[in-house]
């Protein structure tokens, strides 16, 4: 089972990163609730196998890329009574931190290791390898993975025990928020001031005022397509809530995420759910009166 790994979830980055994997020369096994995303797969050389535990007893290392936390603790709960050998999982979705402990508990009463390893960065950078792990829990269990967050990401850091990785993700996406809701905001006003919305790209990528929100996002923006999404705006919700309620718990005050929030509420409501999150420049333009 050498150079084998299972992944739990093949959705955009699941799905991305077990393509990835494969690429680089590792055995991957793969599981998707929905058939059609298995199908999808097995075409770019996963081995789809037909359940979670089917994978864990195949694979010694195990990635979670799942939407909630009812998906990663059910996936844990097949993992634990799947009859193998000790396995290490990686539970790489964003969850709240109460979540990943309970997923951390469930595996380890069954002689299991969880590692929290959520990923930083969007579904196009993981096409194409440019993502970031926050690793938490087990540190030598963290070191013998390295070749194996090689093959899928640019960067891996131990950030200590585990949850850690969490709350580094919750900083970080605290910051996308924002990033994109003001990139949304200075697209609009340099179109409506009588700019080239291309152009506007082009230059504020080339100075101080850039971000890669920004550098991802606005070219989106300036072509008012916002598909294929690299992170549904639906899915982002999810991922915002589970923010401002940590946030709110520790005291710690968060003006500027809970001021994108409303803009973000919008865009679902205008019917955007399913559309990259730089759709919320399509609620600043009605605002705008564009």
Sequence with gaps: MQNTVGIVGLGIMGGAIARNLVAAGWHVLGYDIDAARGAELSASGVDVRPDVAAVARAAPVLVFSLPSPAASLASAQAVAASGAERRVVIEASTLALKDKLAVEAVLRAAG???????????????????????????????????????????????????????????????????????????????????????????????????????????????????????????LWQKDMAIISQYATELGCPTPLLAATMPIYAAAMANGHAADDTAAVCAVLEAMAGM
């Design 112 to 234: 299991h290791a969880a590692l929290d390893c959520p990923i930083s960065g969007t579904g196009a950078q993981a096409r194409t390898g440019d993502l970031v792990i926050y690793a938490s829990g087990d540190a030598q269990s963290i070191e013998a993975l390295r070749p194996l967050f090689a093959g899928f990401s640019r960067a891996v850091h131990d950030v200590g025990a585990f949850g850690n990785g969490s709350k580094m993700k919750f900083v970080a996406n605290l910051l996308v928020a924002i990033h994109n809701v003001a990139s949304a905001e200075a697209m609009v006003l340099g179109v409506k001031a009588g700019l080239d919305a291309h152009q506007v790209v082009d230059l504020v990528t080339s100075g101080a005022g850039t971000s890669r929100v920004f550098e991802l996002r606005a070219p989106m923006m300036a072509e008012r397509n916002y598909q294929p999404a690299s992170m549904t705006m639906k």
